[in-house]
């Protein structure tokens, strides 16, 4: 018999696969190093962050690097993802009724597909940021390149990369609660990859219904 993609023979739900954890940690990791290194050119005040990571040289060298192993890591992302992040039909009854997702009433949350309307909304946030992040921080890594005639490209350089850091900052600190405090067993997925049929039945009907279908359909 071939082995269940989803269902794994423990009797938990293989939600991502190693792959996936990777790429995920490979933007997780990177853009902790960003945010802590953006903070500390940011604001005098916070200059002491870019101390305590080697120096002031060694984080404006590491910086932009960093921000093209993020930016690559979320590309990754796109690919694995994109499909499962589109809108669909249902996402409007979701966003009804996202109080009761924020209040953690789940049983009174619509069905949910393998990603959550609040979970695409951050996909995407972080993806077209993230591009933001890449053109406007090319143009700040190089600004030696860029003609005379058009600085202009350097002034909206200079506004659009805090402003879409600024950005990803609300999402992460959103994605990192909702994740790490308040959706139990979420972060153990992350890490292990799998959960509980109880967990994805309860948080993503939707998807869980369609993994018993196709393993019905494969016996
Ligand atoms: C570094 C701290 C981070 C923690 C603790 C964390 C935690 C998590 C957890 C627990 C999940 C699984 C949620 C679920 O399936 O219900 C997840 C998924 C995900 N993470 Fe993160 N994450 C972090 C950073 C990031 C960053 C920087 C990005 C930016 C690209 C990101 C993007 C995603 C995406 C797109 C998913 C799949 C959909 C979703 O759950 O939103 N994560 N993360």
């Known amino acids: 018999m071939t082995p269940e993609p989803h269902l794994l023979p423990n009797g938990r739900v293989l939600r991502y696969s190693y792959r996936e954890r990777l790429v995920h940690w490979l933007a997780g990791f990177s853009y902790v190093y960003l945010l802590l290194t953006g903070l500390a050119f940011w604001s005098p005040w916070l200059f002491w962050i870019a101390v305590v990571l080697g120096g002031a040289t060694v984080s404006r060298e590491l910086h932009p690097w960093a921000g093209l192993v993020f930016v690559a890591a979320v590309l990754m992302m796109y690919r694995m993802w994109a499909s499962g992040m589109k809108e669909s039909p249902a996402d409007a009854?979701?966003?009804?009724?996202?109080?009761?997702?924020?209040?953690?009433?789940?049983?009174?949350?619509?069905?949910?597909?393998?990603?959550?309307?609040?979970?695409?909304l951050l996909f995407w946030g972080f993806l077209?940021?993230?591009?933001?992040?890449?053109?406007?921080?090319?143009?700040?890594?190089?600004?030696?390149?860029?003609?005379?005639?058009?600085?202009f490209l350097r002034y909206l350089a200079v506004i659009?990369?805090?402003?879409?850091?600024l950005l990803t900052i609300g999402l992460f600190i959103i994605h990192v609660y909702m994740g790490a405090a308040?959706?139990?067993?979420?972060?153990?997925?992350?890490?292990?990859?799998d959960v509980s049929r109880a967990w994805a039945d309860r948080h993503h009907h939707t998807w869980y219904r369609q993994l018993l279908r196709d393993s019905e359909a494969r016996k």
Do not use: T
């Open 93 to 120: 009854a979701w966003w009804k009724a996202v109080r009761h997702y924020i209040r953690n009433e789940d049983e009174q949350m619509p069905s949910a597909d393998r990603f959550n309307p609040g979970q695409k």
């Open 128 to 151: 077209w940021n993230g591009l933001l992040l890449l053109l406007s921080g090319v143009i700040l890594w190089f600004p030696q390149y860029i003609p005379w005639s058009l600085r």
């Open 160 to 165: 659009v990369h805090p402003v879409c850091a």
């Open 182 to 193: 308040i959706e139990r067993g979420a972060f153990g997925s992350v890490i292990r990859g």
